[in-house]
């Protein structure tokens, strides 16, 4: 049995009996002050990691993220418990486990490591990230999602892509970032994906879509408030590698359990607890007619609602 700060890396472990040598002689190679993340990497490893990714692959990215920790000004100051949990990880979602993370670490890593804060060096790299690589949104691409290289290589993804892509650079340069979305939009329809950043806190930014008011403006907003947190499809999650009972629904892979927080209460934080649905016939001699409704608040006289009743 190993000695560890993990209770349950042992547990981890014993998924996958098969590659327990490899995950151990991992963790003997790590220095000693790089080895919590790799316990916490191998604790909440997805099976199918844990049985078929080379080793390499997590020491290359927590060696990256140390040494980058160690060099830019914003970086020093970040919660060992945030680190860990969204700037050492290697993957997002479900993409495939391949990374341009060393190259976005030697092309970016000079523009944001004197920058004070995280969101300043976010900011920075959104506005430039999609454009050097020349990747623009479009639905022809060949997956949901895509990791860094298939985008690149394609020039396009959509949101859910663009904001892995995203994900991949900041935490090439030491920024904690996680990709955040939801399953349906209420009343409308569609899913969407966004990136989180954290700044003293959690904050959001669209994915190739850079804004000049900063953190916390994108076009999704205003949707975003629509949020319903008791319905999970219309709730809000953001992703993170360590466990929680809650799960990102993924609108291309219903299979998937992906880790998550409901984080509906900080996008929608006016909603009542439970939304209320009201459903209205209109007849006319005993037959069902349509006819046009708007519904008021007698209280206040604010307008609630219109549209039409359904017909036969």
């Known amino acids: ?137 479009n639905t022809k691409r060949l997956r949901t999602d895509q990791s860094s290289p298939e985008t690149i290589a394609q020039g396009m993804a959509t949101c859910t892509g663009l904001s892995i892509m995203l994900v991949d650079a900041l935490r090439a340069v030491g920024v904690p970032s996680r990709l955040a979305g939801i399953h349906t939009w209420p009343g409308t329809g569609g899913n969407h994906t966004w990136v989180e950043i954290w700044d003293n806190g959690w904050h959001y930014v669209g994915a190739a879509e850079p804004d000049q008011h900063g953190l916390d403006h994108a076009w999704f907003t205003d949707k975003a408030k629509t949020a319903i947190q008791s319905k999970p499809e219309n709730a809000i999650y953001a992703v993170t590698y360590r466990e929680t009972g809650d799960h990102f629904p993924l609108a291309w892979d219903p299979g998937s359990a992906i880790n998550a927080e409901d984080v509906t209460p900080r996008y929608a934080p006016t909603q009542v607890a439970a939304a209320a649905e009201l459903r209205i016939e209109a007849r006319s001699g005993g037959v069902k007619v349509q006819a046009s409704v708007t519904v008021w608040n007698l209280e206040t006289a604010a307008k609630i609602g219109e549209g039409k009743t359904m017909g036969p």
């Open 1 to 137: 049995m190993l000695a560890t700060t993990q209770p349950d890396l042992n547990k981890s472990l014993s998924r996958a009996p098969e590659r327990r040598a490899r995950w151990e002689t991992l963790l003997r190679q790590t220095p000693a002050n790089q080895r919590g993340s790799v316990e916490f990497i191998l604790t909440y490893m997805p099976l199918g990691d844990l049985k078929a990714l080379e080793p390499k692959v997590v020491a290359d990215s927590i060696n990256l993220a140390y040494k980058t920790r160690s060099e830019a000004d914003f970086a020093r100051a970040i919660p060992e418990a945030i680190f860990n949990d969204a700037v050492v990880p290697y993957c997002s979602v479900t993409e495939t486990r391949l990374s341009k993370r060393q190259e976005f670490h030697d092309r970016y890593f000079g523009l944001v490591k004197n920058l004070k804060t995280p969101g300043a060096a976010a900011l920075a790299i959104n506005a430039r990230l999609f454009a050097d690589y020349k990747v623009t949104y």
